[in-house]
């Protein structure tokens, strides 16, 4: 089998792979710079807009593009998957027997979608009403099943145990399916139920309190320390496991799910991973706690950040300026605050943008309170976020507007 070598080689080419090997490209051009990227999938997708293809207010055409474009000049793409790592040996193992060398390490394969682990789930997927925004398979099936519910309908969101990605997409979905609803002049004739295995609607308290009065507004019911356990599909039936451990049932014409999720197989288990799985780095610097020479970002890291686009924006250049520092012989710095972000799709045309660091503390960038939707919110998050991410971000431009980390509650 073949083994060959790249001076830093990234594990993903998801958004924090191609943002971090971009950066690396242009901050240290006037460097000898030897890159790779190990990534199997043909195509990237701008995943935070899948809820709003599965609102119908966006098309799932324009979330992807060819991974071969995206991948800089001057980057090697190894397309495959990696099976394993052995970091005493600066090693990445490949599914495929051969293996790659580095100097420098960058994990970030983001994370997978447990879809077998609710009974019955997987054979429902994408059919009589059960779909997810979570699968860009899937997203569109989303839209068709909210156009399609008529008065009398049942429509159930589901979320599970935290880590997941974007962590307020499920509610969003729920959000949505409401508005449309009350749009069609059916909303009264429909049940909404938002069911969460987490004890709160939201983890972030500041921002929580404003999205009870949301779901409130709506006439969603909130079911908080409720977990889908089971799907059945032809009975249209979804079960959930209660705080205690009993389960309770209910009826569905629509079923959203979001699927429990984890890091890849690769991780779990691994000398870099923490027992949950994830790479075990600090905090701040985003470098390994015990091999100096890997750094992870993105939802495959152990850090407490909500685990969304915006947090990689932020991660990236505290990565990347951390391994020139190295490449020269220099120190780490920690330079990351757990920022992370989470555009709230409230309604139709409205977005209540949730910004926070480490702690759950608010840290808006607009001069404005962050706790109210917003029209202008929808425009940024609809407009001007896919355009940031493809056109900069992924180019590896790294000034971005600074996050107010200082942020009192408004009086």
Known sequence: MAQIHHQTVIVGGGAAGITVAAALLRRGHDRLLDIAIIEPSDHHYYQPAFTLVGAGAARLADTRRDTRRLVPDGVSWIKATVRGFA???????????????????????GLVCDWDAIPGLKDALGEDGVCSNYA??????????????KPGAKALFTQPAMPIKCPGAPQKAAYLAADHLKRTGIRHLCEVRFFTQTPAIFGVPFYGKELV????????????????VA??????????????GARVSFAYDMLHVTPPQSPPAA??????????????VDANSL??????NIFALGDAAATANSKTAAAV??????????????IEGGAVEAGYDGYAACPLTTAYGKVLMAEFVYGGKPAPTLPLDPRKERNLNWVINKYGLPRLYWDYMLKGYESFPSHNAAYGEPG
């Open 231 to 244: 799907v059945d599909g032809a009975a249209r039936q979804a079960t959930f496991e209660v705080a205690g």
């Open 136 to 149: 860009p398979q899937f997203a569109a099936y989303t839209w068709e099943c909210q156009k399609n519910l």
């Open 87 to 109: 970091p005493d040996a600066n090693l990445v193992m490949l599914t495929s027997g051969n293996s790659v060398t580095y100097d420098y390490l960058v994990i970030c394969p």
């Open 287 to 292: 470098r390994h706690v015990k091999y100096p």
């Open 213 to 228: 009065k949301v779901a409130a507004a709506h006439g969603i019911e909130v079911h908080t320390q409720h977990n889908l």
């Open 267 to 280: 991780l779990k288990g691994s000398p870099v991973s923490n027992a949950a799985g994830f790479v075990d």
């Open 313 to 326: 924006r932020k991660q990236a250049p505290v990565v990347v300026g951390n391994l020139l520092h190295l």
